[in-house]
Nanobody, 125 residues
């Protein structure tokens, strides 16, 4: 499935951003577990947030828990990441991803089959 991420930008510490990820029309979006990951310069890609197919179950990395919120709209085939109280250490390229065959929580990037192109988030101090 083709994914398109958007919403990144340059903000100051303490600000908010909302990332969006749209899946190509015609796909069975509601059958995909979705996740957000990020990759900072010189670092490995890391898990940020997970959302189940129905949207009822979510999980977060400890570093973003309480500040970030993942949500999805299956009717619009979109998944969003609301990021509040941003910190300089949140600076990274953010990727949305779909686990096409998964049903349960998974934070391993290798489990995800389709990836968006990434959107850069830069948080200045």
């Amino acid at each position: 499935v083709q994914l398109q991420a958007s919403g990144g930008g340059l903000v100051q510490a303490g600000d908010s951003l909302r990332l969006s990820c749209a899946a190509a029309s015609g796909c069975t979006f509601s059958s995909y577990v979705m996740g957000w990951f990020r990759q900072a310069p010189g670092k490995e890609r890391e898990f940020v947030a997970f959302i189940s197919r129905s949207g009822v179950t979510t999980n977060y990395a400890d570093s973003v828990k309480g500040r970030f919120t993942i949500s999805r709209d299956n009717a619009k085939s979109t998944v969003n990441l609301q990021m509040n109280r941003l910190k300089p250490e949140d600076t990274a390229v953010y990727y949305c991803a779909a686990d096409l065959g998964g049903r349960y929580y998974n934070s391993n990037p290798a489990a995800y089959d389709s990836w968006g192109q990434g959107t850069l988030v830069t948080v200045s101090s």
